[in-house]
């Protein structure tokens, strides 16, 4: 799964499940996170030493000091979108006006997803990668408030 | 015996426990726009308070003291803000032959009007701002009252307020200038030119005094320095002053003082006189607070003792658990950070939804009174604090040692918060040496300093990441 952070930075970082650890990319970086459950708590290990991890509840954004970043899951879709970074995620509200694909489908870069109405206007959201459609969040008539995941794009292996 | 607590949030989960420690039943209330709220988990009974604006509940009188009656409630305890200081609240509950925890209803009067209480101040013996008795009408008065309280001063209008209609005067060249100038802003901006004169207290620092009284029993329980404000509220709290240091002398005078005041409004709970000091360490009364405050327990920490359980007692006509001003002892050192839903840097509210929440492994000497939870939401409706974290240690620098630690150790995350301001004020020099006063913020800046590290990204992205996939 890959996640997009964006504020003011922007932040890729792609993650792969592997037994006990997690590999993680960022950038051309990639390194294996070790993860040791103690109790109720799951660690992770950073250099030498080990953190826990926090459980999270719905998080769509996450603030660091005075910054506030928003947080996509999925893929960058490219196209007609709602914005310049993770067109998945609604960048304004929006009504949900058609629907084109379903859960399981193999999408091809630049294939339209679904038509969401904002500001007046009928808007592509398109596929930025080649894929398979992991879920599907919102229905047809949907309004939906800016930063809500709509469709959730896995690649393809 | 039922105690009704018509608060929310961490003071009212304070209150529970103290309530429920003194083997009575806690009830606590909720509103229609809070149903869930975490102060209800300490509580042994529930109410529903219908409504949702703080009109309709928390400062709904009759609405609260009907739910009283209707409960077979004995006491009420209003926490701090909404009801806490209002004199009629007071007497309708004690119309209903209900017992209101907190001071008589007069002692409120007296000290909530600013005249009054300056009067009885006087009265009593207890210094106030030197000034002007009234306006004074011409520039040859206002040199002869500077020179007799000493300059700076500072020139008011009467009916001035908001930082408007004042100006500093280092020197009679200045009053001369200034005194036509405020008389004109006066008069333009609140219709009236009269004036008033006053010391300047330049480099003012805040400490107050806790009292806890009883009907036969007034104690001063030492003293707190608040000098860390931001927008006239504090921020971070110290108990023993740092500036009073080992001057005894000041301290027991300082104390001597408060409960001379409180002696002259027969003052029967807990409560607050505040002072301001000068760099001289003379000091001055400002005004007096007829309720428990956020910062009550950094006092608890160094004297040992409970104050709500006091309180407490105290409104119920039973003894409290100290006898004489002998039994109070002041020991080591206790620090408190208030923790807001705030932006660290701007200092302006920022509510939001918690998505996590972590103590961490908080070091020996904390105590955290909060009203946090993964997911709870934190409304403007409310005051943006929503924790206090407390340290305790043998002397400053342990306590210092120790909030550095918890405040690495606290993980709240998804709503903007003011725990990298603390931070970096316990890492600045003036205030590591306590040498700051009411002007720190302003004059040090140092929100300004507020640091992310590249630790601290790494750190939240790769949870985010790892808690994400895990679901």
Redesign the interface.
Known sequence: ?R?Y?SGE?E?I?E?E?NNDS?F?HSGDEKKE?S?KEIGDD?F?K?GNQW?????????N????????YQ?F?GFKPSGSGGGDFGSLVTQMPGKVVKILKKNGDEVKQGETLLILEAMKMENEIKAGIDGVIESINVSEGDNIESGHVMIELDIQE | MRVLIINRGEIAIRIAKAVNELGFTSVGVWTDNEPKAFHLSYCKEWLRLEGSSNSETYLNQDKIISLAKENNIQAIHPGYGFLAENSGFVRKVEKEGLIFIGPNAEAIDLMGDKAKSKKIAKDADVPTIPGSVGEVPTIDEAISVSNEIGYPVLLKAVAGGGGKGMRVCFNEDELKTNFPAVQREGQSSFGNPGLLVEKYIQNPRHIEVQILADKNNIFHVYERECSVQRRHQKIIEEAPSAFIGNDQDVRENICKTAVRLAEAVNYDSAGTVEFIMDEDKSFYFLEMNTRIQVEHPITEETTGIDLLRNMIKSALGQKMDISSQEEITQKGHSIECRICAEDPVSMLPAPGVVSGFDLGAMPQGIRFDHCIYPGIEITPDFDPMIGKLISFGINRDVAIDKMKEALNQLSIYGLKNNILLHKTILDEENFLKGNYSTKYIEVVKPQEKVNISSDDYEEIFTNVVISGELK
């Open positions: 799964m996640y952070f930075l932040k970082l993650i499940k997690f993680m996170i993860l799951l992770y950073k953190k826990k991890v926090i459980p999270l509840v719905n998080p954004s996450i603030n660091i000091g005075s910054e506030n947080i899951r």
